[in-house]
């Protein structure tokens, strides 16, 4: 019977060019009138033989409403089909008139599309058809086709040449045919010379799409192919008749169910029939899927009709399903009541069990705080058994003192199970202690009723006991020195502060040790670290026996100790510096078969209500320990303001810090000044780099102000790499600059000198750049020279050997400089300008600056005088035969770049 249904689908083949497509439309039969009348006959038939079997029904089961539900749908089904087959054969012929429509329409719009570009192919053969008539003639065409895309011209290496339209495809010229579909349907178009069409596909110019594809022949000769690219959409609406799509859904799928289109399906609708049939060439897998929806088909009255009998036959089921639920309901609730009273017994156990084995303390108290009960735990805490304490108030059985102040914790607590039991939450007490040593800390929630009244609480008692001892354990490690067990810098600096903050307050004097070991690095050095350590814990008991119990032993650095003396004036702590500098010069350290003997050096501060701050404090004791180094060790140097010293000192280190961020954020800034040759004029420049540093308010500071700073704490090489860097960079970054060069002079201090490093950095860069090397000039001082002459003698001929040159400043400073003279190999004598700048008018600064000039020629060095400031020196320098001369009389100090 469902077989002959089938009949109702109507196959239709469209031909085309090399490929024959399918098109197959099916349309669901329409129910009669009959489907209705039968229907409704059939449900009061089964209303009156339900009536007439009553008390037989409320008798069966639940097997006796199944098939009877069953018999109904059976007689339905029936009912249906033979509906179905009836209708046939009326509904054939309008299928038949849809189908042929369809195969007409599409027929003729894929033909009339090849038929017009093979009118553009037989152009194309007899070059007739240029860029801008393709443009112009397929553009038109394509705007009255809407099935149409575009219609493209590929060349013979399948490079896109040209598209109509060209708006919206510009993107597509000049790409090659990658895609899959294309590039299978082009080759195969090309080798059969025949056009060819291709499955669906996404183009790049929108959603599915197929093209046929004509190759373009001269002859032999494969000029190119045409390709009309088809939107399948658009093709599908314009062959579908629109109100055919109220009643009709078309798709086109793949062989595996993908779906290629869908625009002419309603997302909205029921579908009520469905059929797939191929659609494309064959083996090319896609077909086309059309759906029946489901229609409102029936009349007024037989859906009224039809609802009436089918709510009398639901009506007498639901009274039969009541009636058999009645007969098992207290079948039922006995079985809920018993499963219930398991449930109750199993939970009751389950908290018993949970009780004994959690491991918090857990004490249950009644509304008046009187305890109920104690888990194995809480015994173990309180020291009371459950039974004994049961009745018991809580502060009789387990008395809490609080951590921080050990003061009783009994109205706390008690106030803690108020606002528990009155409130909705929780309470938690702080860190408290137990009178059997316990840390612990307590949980108090109530217990409530159904009504939501409190009618007892439980204490919850976490022991913290283990985690308390190590949190003291961290705290200690924190502010305490591992090895000698004092308090290490950070805590003495809070102590420190504190004291600070007590004299500007209290008006009271305290005093400050700063303390640094010496001769500590020769022990290290000599026996090892593990000597230097055990040292280190032997003096902290020594000094440790001698300073008082309110005073601050503290570790600051490796050897370097504080002491902060707490109500102690100055002379009360001098007699304690000294005390301590005493026991220590007498103490010999014994390690092995050596003997070692040290001394400390001592910086003593006053704190009083004038201390600024305890960083202040802390960094003028370190510069009087300093003071008591300088002034040769094992001594108590006293800090007063009126030390001028000090005060000298002090000021250095704050340029120390100066420097260093003046390095980090660059803010020295580079100055030239010209020297000039008083005998042939030379073409190009000639210069010495001067360094300033660059103020905060942007005002420039001289080297005489941070120098001796840089040269006592070691941070000359760091100021020396900046200055070689930032020249070079310099060069790099402005080329016409390095080309008028003739040479710049760059002065290395005597750290620089000295520290191999310095000369492997030096070396690598301008191995690097060898055209700088003959323009580059580094002055040394007589003094750095002399001090290493071997290292001086190695780093001078190392670099000259990469052609750099070199100058000895400040000559004749030094009585000692002529002896050494002819050891370095230098090419430039500058005379110090202390002799030169005196010179017309002081016969012995002329004498000095003579012989210096005489003694640099006949070792065939060229001089330069420096600090020449008027015309009278100049012109006397001539005299001399001087070859340079450098100061205010021939050019002052300027930018590197103007």
Same mark, same amino acid.
């Given at each position: 019977?469902f077989?002959?249904a089938?009949k109702?689908a109507?196959?239709?083949?469209?031909?085309?060019p090399?490929?024959?497509?399918q098109l197959v439309?099916?349309?669901?039969?329409?129910? $009669?009138?009959?489907i209705?009348?039968?229907?409704?006959l059939? *449900?009061?038939?089964?209303?009156l033989l339900?009536? @007439?079997?009553r008390?037989?029904?409320y008798?069966?089961?639940?097997t =006796?409403p199944?098939?009877l539900?069953?018999?109904?749908?059976l007689l339905c089904?029936?009912?249906i089909?033979?509906s179905?087959y009836?209708?046939?054969?009326e509904?054939?012929?309008?299928l038949?008139e849809k189908a042929e429509?369809?195969?007409v329409d599409?027929r003729?719009? &894929?033909?009339?599309?090849l038929?017009y570009?093979g009118?553009?192919t037989?152009?194309? #053969?007899?070059?007739?058809?240029?860029r801008e008539?393709?443009q112009?003639?397929a553009?038109?065409?394509?705007?009255?086709h809407?099935?149409?895309?575009n219609?493209?011209w590929?060349d013979?290496?399948?490079?896109?040449g040209?598209?109509?339209?060209?708006?919206?495809n510009?993107?597509?010229?000049g790409?090659?045919?990658?895609?899959?579909?294309?590039?299978?349907?082009?080759?195969?178009a090309?080798e059969?010379r025949?056009?060819?069409?291709?499955q669906p596909f996404?183009?790049i110019?929108?959603p599915a799409?197929?093209?046929v +594809?004509v190759?373009?022949?001269?002859?032999?000769?494969?000029?190119?192919l045409?390709a009309g690219?088809?939107?399948?959409p658009?093709?599908?609406?314009?062959v579908?008749n629109?109100e055919? &799509?109220?009643?009709?859904?078309v798709?086109m799928i793949?062989?595996?169910g993908?779906?290629?289109?869908?625009s002419?399906?309603?997302?909205n609708?029921?579908?009520?029939?469905?059929?797939?049939?191929?659609?494309?060439?064959p083996g090319?897998?896609?077909?086309l899927?059309?759906e029946?929806?489901?229609?409102?088909l029936?009349r +007024?009255?037989?859906?009224v $009709?039809?609802?009436?009998?089918?709510?009398l036959?639901?009506?007498?089921? +639901?009274i039969?399903?009541i009636?058999?639920?009645a007969?098992?309901?207290?079948?039922q609730?006995?079985?809920?009541?018993s499963?219930?009273?398991g449930a109750?017994f199993r939970?009751?156990?389950?908290?018993?069990?949970?009780?004994?084995?959690?491991g918090?303390?857990v004490i249950t108290m009644?509304i008046n705080?009187?305890i109920?009960?104690?888990?194995?735990?809480?015994?173990t805490i309180t020291?009371?058994?459950?039974q004994?304490?049961?009745?018991?108030l809580?502060y009789?059985v387990?008395?809490?003192l609080d951590?921080?102040?050990?003061?009783?914790m009994?109205?706390?607590?008690l106030?803690?199970?108020?606002?528990?039991?009155?409130?909705d939450?929780?309470?938690?007490m702080g860190l408290l202690?137990?009178?059997?040593?316990?840390?612990l800390?307590?949980?108090?929630?109530s217990?409530?009723?159904?009504l939501?009244?409190?009618i007892? *609480?439980?204490l919850?008692l976490?022991?913290?006991?283990?985690?308390?001892l190590?949190?003291q354990?961290?705290?200690?490690r924190a502010?305490?020195d591992?090895?000698?067990?004092?308090?290490?810098?950070?805590?003495?600096e809070?102590r &420190?502060?504190?004291a600070?903050?007590v004299a500007?307050t209290d008006d009271?004097?305290?005093s400050?040790?700063y303390?640094?070991?010496?001769?500590?690095?020769?022990?290290n /050095?000599t026996?090892?670290h593990?000597?230097?350590?055990e040292?280190?814990?032997?003096?902290?008991?020594l000094?440790?026996?001698?300073i008082?119990?309110?005073?601050t032993?503290?570790?600051?650095?490796?050897?370097?100790?504080?002491?902060l003396l707490?109500?102690?004036?100055?002379?009360q702590?001098?007699?304690?510096?000294?005390i301590?500098?005493?026991?220590?010069?007498?103490?010999?350290?014994i390690?092995h078969?050596?003997?070692?003997?040290?001394? &400390?050096s001592?910086g003593?501060?006053v704190i009083?209500k004038?201390?600024?701050n305890?960083?202040?404090?802390l960094? #003028?004791?370190d510069?009087a320990?300093y003071?008591?180094?300088?002034?040769?060790?094992?001594r108590v140097?006293?800090?007063?303001?009126?030390?001028?010293?000090t005060?000298?000192?002090?000021?250095?280190?704050?340029?120390?810090?100066?420097?260093?961020a003046a390095l980090e954020?660059?803010? @020295?800034?580079?100055?030239?000044?010209t020297?000039?040759?008083?005998g042939?004029?030379q073409?190009?420049t000639?210069?010495?780099l001067?360094?300033?540093?660059?103020?905060d308010?942007?005002?420039?500071?001289?080297?005489g102000?941070?120098?001796?700073?840089a040269?006592?704490?070691?941070?000359m090489i760091?100021i020396?790499?900046w200055?070689f860097n930032?020249?070079l960079?310099?060069?790099?970054?402005?080329?016409?600059e390095?080309?008028e060069?003739?040479?710049?002079?760059?002065n290395?201090?005597?750290?620089?000198l000295?520290?191999e490093?310095?000369?492997?950095?030096l070396?690598s860069?301008l191995e690097?750049?060898p055209?700088?090397c003959?323009?580059?000039c580094?002055?040394i001082?007589e003094?750095?020279?002399?001090?290493?002459?071997q290292?001086?003698?190695?780093?001078?001929?190392?670099?000259?050997?990469?052609?750099?040159?070199f100058?000895?400043?400040?000559f004749?400073?030094g009585?000692?400089s002529f002896?050494y003279?002819?050891?370095?190999?230098?090419d430039?004598l500058k005379?110090?300008?202390?002799?030169v700048? /005196?010179?017309a008018?002081?016969?012995?600064?002329?004498?000095m600056?003579?012989?210096v000039?005489?003694? =640099?020629?006949?070792?065939?060095?060229?001089?330069?005088?420096?600090?020449?400031?008027d015309?009278?020196?100049?012109?006397?320098?001539?005299?001399?035969?001087?070859?340079?001369v450098q100061?205010y009389?021939v050019?002052?100090?300027?930018p590197l770049?103007?």
């Open positions: 019977m077989a002959e089938e109702t109507l196959m239709v083949d469209i031909d085309l090399n490929s024959v497509w439309i099916k349309q669901d039969t329409k129910p $009669l009138t009959l209705s009348n039968i229907v409704i059939a *449900c009061m038939a089964m209303v339900i009536y @007439f079997f008390q037989m029904l008798k069966l089961t639940w =006796g199944a098939a539900a069953g018999s109904f749908i089904a029936v009912i089909g033979l179905y009836s209708i046939n054969n509904q054939r012929q309008q038949l429509i369809i195969r599409i003729k719009r &894929l033909k009339g599309s038929n570009i009118l553009l037989m152009a194309r #053969t007899s070059d007739n058809l240029t008539e393709f112009q003639r553009s038109h065409y394509v705007s009255t809407p099935e149409l895309i219609i493209t590929i013979a290496q399948f490079i896109i040209n598209v109509a339209p060209l708006a919206g510009e993107q597509i010229i790409l090659k045919i990658d895609l899959k579909e294309p590039r299978r349907a082009s080759r195969l090309k059969l025949l056009p060819i069409y291709t996404v183009a110019q929108g799409s197929f093209e +594809w190759p373009v022949y001269r002859g032999n000769e494969f000029m190119g045409f690219v088809y939107s399948v658009n093709l599908l609406k314009t579908v629109h055919f &799509l109220h009643q009709f859904g798709s793949t062989n595996d993908q779906v290629v289109d869908r002419l399906l309603k997302d609708e029921d579908i009520r029939f469905s059929q797939t049939v191929a659609l494309s060439p090319y897998n896609i077909a899927r059309l029946r929806y489901q229609s409102q029936w +007024w009255d037989m859906i $009709l039809s609802l009436l009998a089918f709510s036959a639901i009506g007498v089921f +639901w039969m399903f009636l058999l639920r007969r098992t309901e207290l079948q609730r006995y079985q809920q009541l499963e219930a009273q109750l939970e009751k156990e389950l908290s018993q069990v949970t009780l004994l084995s959690i918090e303390g009644d705080g009187k109920n009960n104690l888990n194995p735990v809480a015994e020291q009371w058994s459950s004994e304490a049961e009745g018991q809580l009789q387990m008395p809490l951590m921080t102040n050990q003061h009783s009994e109205e706390s607590l106030n803690c199970i108020d606002e528990a039991m009155s409130g939450s929780s309470s938690t202690k137990s009178a059997q040593k316990y840390s800390r307590c949980t108090v929630t217990i409530k009723n159904k939501g009244q409190a007892g *609480c439980v919850i976490h022991d913290i006991t283990e985690m308390h190590i949190t354990k961290l705290e200690h502010k305490h591992s090895l000698t067990g004092l308090v290490n810098r950070m805590e003495f809070e &420190l502060e504190h600070v903050s500007s009271c004097q305290h400050l040790l303390i640094d070991l010496d001769q500590f690095k020769i022990v /050095d026996c090892g593990l000597a230097g350590d040292l280190l814990v032997q003096l902290t008991s000094l440790q026996a001698h008082r119990a309110s005073d032993l503290a570790r600051l650095g490796g050897d370097e100790f504080g002491v707490m109500n102690c004036a100055l002379p702590a001098e007699n304690t510096a000294e301590l500098r005493q026991q220590v010069d007498e103490f010999r350290f390690w078969d050596k003997s070692f003997s040290l001394g &400390l001592i003593l501060v009083d004038n201390t600024e305890h960083s202040q404090s960094s #003028t004791a510069v320990c003071m008591a180094k300088d002034g040769g060790r094992n140097h006293v800090y007063t303001e009126d030390d001028e010293e005060s000298r000192r002090h000021g250095e280190m704050h340029w120390v810090a100066r420097i260093t954020n660059d803010s @020295f800034v580079l100055y030239r000044q020297i000039l040759p008083l042939e004029i073409a190009g000639h210069y010495e001067l360094l300033r540093l660059q103020a308010d942007g005002t420039l500071v001289g080297p102000a941070f120098l001796p700073a040269e006592r704490y070691n941070m760091q020396d790499r200055v930032s020249a960079k310099f060069f790099q970054q402005f080329p016409d390095l080309n060069l003739l040479l710049c002079s760059i290395i201090s005597a750290q620089s000295s520290d490093a310095f000369l492997v950095f070396k860069s690097a750049y055209q700088w003959d323009k580059l580094f002055e001082t003094t750095s020279a002399i001090r290493n002459i290292q001086a003698k190695r780093f001078i001929s190392t670099l000259k050997a990469l052609g750099c040159r100058a000895l400043d400040d004749g400073s009585m000692s002896g003279l002819k050891n370095l190999p230098v430039y005379i110090d300008g202390s002799f700048k /005196d010179c008018r002081d016969p012995v600064d002329l004498a600056v003579k012989s000039n005489d003694v =640099g020629h006949v070792m065939d060095m060229q001089t330069i005088a420096e600090w020449v400031e015309e009278q020196t100049l012109a006397v320098l001539k005299t001399l035969g001087v070859n340079y100061g009389a050019g002052k100090p300027q770049r103007e």
